[in-house]
């Protein structure tokens, strides 16, 4: 295994990492959804009640985990193949973007998200380390 596919590797264990935060962040939130029941939010000029609150964003965080799962685990396997580098890399694309605009839009709100930003450039590392092996293999 070369210098490049063990960086790959390094690099989707840590989108694992990320994974696993975002699951047990998201089932905590999803179980925790009654505690917030006196909590109230404006959305959109409405006030909320903090359950349904609650209960969307740790949806969303678990379907993140899921999604960032299945990017470490599709870059781990190319890293022990590089030949086959183009699911992941569309993947990390997609990955990347999304974790990327999600902390801009974080960035308007004032409440900076730091998970998505670490996401992002673990995310960019693993593609090029990817783009690199897959390099080294073919030529």
């Not at 899921?66 to 990955?95: E, Q, W």
Request: glycine letters at 10%; aromatic letters at 10%; charged letters at 15%.
């Amino acid at each position: 295994m070369s210098d490049n596919q063990k960086k790959l590797k390094i690099f989707s264990f840590a989108i694992m990492i990320f994974a696993l935060l975002h699951i047990v962040a998201g089932a905590f939130m999803v179980a925790a959804s009654p505690l917030a029941a006196g909590m109230r939010f404006e959305v959109a000029g409405d006030m909320t009640d903090g359950v349904i609150a609650s209960e969307v964003l740790g949806i969303v965080a678990l379907i993140v985990g899921v999604y960032c799962l299945i990017v470490g685990i599709m870059g781990a396997r190319t890293a022990n193949s590089p030949r086959h580098v183009s699911g992941f890399k569309k993947l990390d694309m997609l990955l990347i973007l999304v974790a990327f605009i999600e902390f801009l839009t974080s960035l308007t709100t004032g409440q900076i998200s730091w998970t998505e930003l670490g996401i992002a450039c673990v995310g960019i590392f693993a593609y090029l380390y990817a783009v690199k092996a897959n390099e080294e293999v073919l030529g």
